[in-house]
C-alpha cells in the first residue's frame, strides 16, 4: 500500500481544458471537475486526488486554484468503484469523499459555506449516483451518531438520579439499535457496492466481535452476506469480504489485509508533516501563563481556575462539556473556566462553542448564570498552534488542570466528575476554617 502511481497530464489547465490521451491507460477513466467559491480561492492552494487503492489506479496528481483560477478538473482511472479523497491544502474541507467509477464525469461545487470543516460529504454533485447515495447514507448515520453523542452526555450529567439514568440509559439503547438496524437495512437494499460494503463490514464486525452488544441475529448476518454475493458478484472488495467457502467465517485473508490498510493509512504519504515539534521540559509557568486574550491564568489568582483543552472532533471532550457548564454554573463565584479550543479553523471552533452552549450567560438568559472563557489555540494564518500552546507537547485530549486559589496545579487530566467533587471538598474545607 506504500506505492503511489501519479500520472501527469501535459495538457491540461486549472480552468478544466481536456486532456491528452494517456499511453497506457485504458479509456475506461472518471473525470472530476472542481469549482470553488470566493472564500476559499483567498489564498492560492492545490487540491489533490487520493485513494486507499492508489496501486490500482492511475490518478491526476493536483490542481491548483487560487482567486483568478476557481474551477479545475483532475482525471484518473480506477478499476472498480471506489472511493477518491478530494485534498484541499489551506481554506475549505480538507477532505472531500467521492466514489467514483469508470466513465463518470462529476462536477463539485465546494461553496463558502463549507469552509473550515476537516471533512465534508458534499452533496452538491453532479454525474456520480454512487457519491450521492454515499452522502445520503452518511447524513442519515451522523445524525443517528449525533442524538447518541448527545445522549451520552446526558448520561455524564453531574447529580442525575437513579430514574434519570435509566431513563437516558434506555434512549441511549434505543438510538444505538435504530443505528445497527439502518446499517443492516441500507447493507441488504443499497445499490452503489463502495457504500454497500461499509454498511455491512459494520453488521459483520459489530456482529462477530460484540455479539451479546448487537441486534443482529445469525440468520440476518447470513442472508444479508447471501445478498451480497447475488447483488454484488463481480464486485473485487465483496469478494474479499465474503469468504463463502466456510460457513459462519466470512473474513477472508485479503479482507483483513486491506482493512488493516484502511484503518493504519488515513492519509497519503505526500500529506505528511516530517517536521518535529520542539517541546521543552515543562514547567508550572508555561501552564500558567497561557494567553488569554490578552491576559494568562495568573490573573484569576484568588480563585479556582480549570483549564480544558478540548476539540469539536473529540467525542470525549463533547461528552464532559454539560458537566463542565455545571461547574461554571455551581461555582461562578470561585471558579474561572477556560477553555482552549484546538479546532485548526476558527469557524468550525466557534460554531461548537455556540451549539455547546459554552459562551457567558447572564440573569437575563439563565436562572443560572455563568461566565467561560473561551480561547482558539490556531492562528488562522500560518493554521498552526500559537507557540505558548506548541511547546505544552499535548498529545491526547482532553487534557486539563485544576489551579487553586494561590496559583498551585493541584489536578492534572482530571476527570470533570471528580473534579466537581474534589471543589466541593475544598470549598467546604474552606467554610470551616
Known sequence: ?????????????????????????????????????????????????YSMIEREMQLHDSISFDSLH???????????????????????PQCVPIVVKGGDSLSIRIGDEDDGFRLRYIDQVQGSPSTLEMVRFEQKLDSIRTEFAYQRGMLQLYNLSDAQRDSIKDIVNAVDNQSQRFKLEYACTGKSPYTVIDAAYDVFYTFRHEPTLCS?????????????????????????LVNDSTIGDYM?????????????????????????????????????????????????????????????????????????????????????????????????WWSTVKEQDLRNKDLTQTDRPYKI?????????????????????????PHNYLVDRSGRIIAKNISITLAIDKLKTLLEKEKQQ
Open 1 to 49: 500500500m506504500k506505492q503511489i502511481v501519479l500520472v501527469t497530464l501535459m495538457a491540461l489547465s486549472v480552468s478544466g481544458a481536456s486532456a491528452q490521451k494517456w499511453v497506457g491507460v485504458p479509456e475506461n477513466r472518471f473525470a472530476v471537475t472542481v469549482k470553488i467559491d470566493s472564500a476559499i480561492a483567498s489564498e492560492p492552494q492545490k487540491m489533490y486526488m
Open 70 to 92: 476557481r474551477e479545475g478538473t483532475m482525471h484518473g482511472y480506477v478499476p472498480y468503484e471506489y472511493n477518491v479523497n478530494l485534498m484541499l491544502q489551506r481554506r475549505g
Open 216 to 240: 443482529y441475529t445469525e440468520k440476518e448476518v447470513d442472508d444479508m452476506m447471501n445478498s451480497l454475493l447475488k447483488r454484488f458478484p463481480d464486485y473485487p472488495p465483496m469478494k474479499a
Open 252 to 348: 477472508s485473508a485479503r479482507s483483513f489485509e486491506a482493512w488493516e490498510a484502511l484503518m493504519l493509512r488515513s492519509y497519503s504519504e505526500r500529506f505528511q508533516n516530517d517536521e518535529e515539534i520542539k517541546v521543552k521540559p515543562l514547567k508550572v509557568g508555561d501552564y500558567m501563563n497561557l494567553d488569554l486574550h490578552g491576559g494568562n491564568v495568573n490573573d484569576f489568582r484568588g480563585k479556582y481556575v480549570l483549564v480544558d483543552f478540548w476539540a469539536s472532533w473529540c467525542q470525549p471532550c463533547m461528552l464532559q462539556m454539560p458537566n463542565i457548564r455545571y461547574m461554571a454554573q455551581e461555582f461562578r463565584d470561585d471558579l474561572a473556566v477556560c477553555l482552549i479550543g484546538l479546532d485548526k479553523t476558527r469557524k468550525q
Open 373 to 397: 472563557h473561551n480561547v482558539h489555540a490556531y492562528n488562522n494564518k500560518t493554521n498552526e498552534l500559537w507557540p505558548n500552546y506548541q511547546q505544552l507537547g499535548i498529545e491526547t485530549i
